[in-house]
């Protein structure tokens, strides 16, 4: 399974956000829109990512407090991405070598979306499924023997 299938499944929404914006800015978004991670995008190009794991340091060093930060001081600036003909194996062992949980997706330089590890053990889990569906219709339509 290529992570194409899981960004066509899952939807092109994306959310994106400058390194200027505040970071209480982009908590609000994140609460508001439900997602874990926003992609950090300066003229075009993929800059960096927000996630909680960003917003929960901040707020560690600023004593519960977010401040005026902009994300720029506070995001990751070298995020790990995969490319949509990355196979699925791939991009969980790159998660789990890494340590994250949200992963860009860049076909060349241009953003396509962004897979979680949610997606990715979504995806994971709907093709287990059928495969035990398919390999259980094939035992259960296995041809008796001819008695002899």
């Given at each position: 399974?290529l992570?194409?299938?899981?960004?066509r499944v899952?939807g092109g929404?994306?959310f994106?956000?400058?390194?200027?914006t505040?970071?209480s800015d982009?908590v609000?978004?994140?609460a508001?829109?439900?997602?874990?991670?926003?992609?950090?995008?300066?003229?075009?190009e993929?800059?960096?990512?927000?996630?909680?794991?960003?917003?929960l340091?901040t707020?560690?060093?600023?004593q519960?407090?977010?401040?005026d930060?902009q994300?720029?001081?506070?995001?990751?600036?070298?995020?790990?991405?995969?490319?949509?003909?990355?196979?699925?194996n791939?991009?969980?062992?790159?998660?789990l070598e890494?340590?994250v949980?949200?992963?860009p997706?860049l076909?060349g330089?241009v953003l396509?979306?962004?897979i979680?590890?949610?997606?990715v053990?979504?995806?994971?889990?709907e093709?287990?499924?059928?495969?035990?569906?398919?390999?259980?219709?094939y035992?259960?339509?296995?041809?008796?023997?001819?008695?002899?």
């Open positions: 399974m992570v194409s299938e899981i960004l899952k929404t994306l994106t956000v400058t390194p200027q505040t970071l982009a609000m978004t994140m508001e829109k439900d997602i874990g991670s926003l992609v950090v995008m300066d003229n075009g993929l800059v960096g990512m927000l996630t909680f794991r960003e917003v340091l707020l560690q060093r600023h519960g407090t977010l401040g930060a994300i720029r001081s506070v995001m990751d600036g070298h995020p790990i991405t995969c490319a949509p003909n990355t196979d699925v791939d991009v969980r062992r790159m998660m890494h340590h949980r949200y992963l997706v076909d330089k396509a979306g962004v979680s590890f949610f997606d053990a979504k995806a994971v889990l093709a287990q499924n059928f495969e035990n569906k398919m390999l259980k219709a035992i259960r339509d296995w041809p008796e023997e001819a008695a002899g």
